[in-house]
């Protein structure tokens, strides 16, 4: 049973636009959402976090934002860089220490 | 400082062979959870440690799977007579005391081959 879901693998994007990338859940008890960001062969890394009272959050070039109604968030980098080309974790958890992972989407940003 | 530290980091073994993997928390971290990465899958819960608490082994896979966190510090993470499937790259990850506002802080991972 998929609870956090990331249904785009790969995703291919001209340095200097705009990334977007998606993730819906399923469990509407989730109230704390996150993205992480791996690069090869280290661990993932804490990018940005929203808290399901709010329906957007920004740090920088990230922005996530987040659809409580249709189970929907989403990370936009804006301009995307050759640096972030990495792999693409979200994360949900319902108010406990148990953090859902998705499966993950692959960013490629091109010179 | 010093970040979240796993070893091996890389660990070749034949089937049928026991492995240790070794996590070294953030200093003043509470929470230790690990997570395996198959290939081309998210990340699978295995096992949180919080304090003196009794940890969470809901995802272990198998009863060839065990944990122990000594001293509220280092974790190491046993697998029994390893099969091909245990093939994944094993990370650990800590934190402060979970709520909201905090995050995983996660190590390099160590990733296990069993030929």
């Known amino acids: 049973d998929q609870q956090v879901k990331q249904n785009s693998p790969s995703l291919s994007v001209q340095e200097g636009r705009i990334s977007i990338l998606n993730c819906d859940y399923t469990?509407?008890?989730?109230?704390?959402f996150l993205w992480y960001k791996k690069y090869p062969a280290e661990g993932p890394t804490f990018l940005i976090s929203?808290?399901?009272?709010?329906d957007k959050n920004e740090d920088g070039r990230f922005t996530v934002f987040l659809n409580k109604s249709a189970k929907h968030l989403s990370l936009h980098i804006v301009p995307s860089q050759p640096g972030d080309s990495a792999v693409y974790f979200c994360?949900?958890?319902?108010?406990?220490?148990?953090?859902?992972f998705g499966t993950g989407t692959r960013l490629k940003v091109l010179a | 400082g010093a970040g979240v530290s796993q070893s091996p980091s890389n660990k070749v073994t034949e089937k049928g062979k026991d492995v240790e993997l070794r996590c070294d928390p953030i200093s003043g971290h509470t929470a230790l959870y690990w997570y395996r990465q198959s290939l081309g899958q998210g990340l699978e819960f295995l096992i949180y440690f919080q304090g003196n608490s009794a940890p969470d082994k809901s995802g272990l896979p198998s009863d060839r799977f065990s944990a122990e966190r000594t001293g509220g510090s280092v974790s190491t993470l046993t697998i029994q007579r390893t099969q091909q499937e245990d093939s994944a790259v094993y990370l650990c990850?800590?934190?402060?005391?979970?709520?909201?506002?905090?995050?995983?802080?996660f190590g390099n991972g160590t990733r296990l081959t069993v030929t």
């Open positions: 929203i808290s399901s009272i709010k």
């Open positions: 994360a949900a958890t319902a108010g406990t220490y148990k953090y859902i």
């Open positions: 990850a800590s934190s402060p005391a979970p709520g909201q506002g905090t995050y995983l802080h």
């Open positions: 469990n509407s008890m989730f109230d704390y």
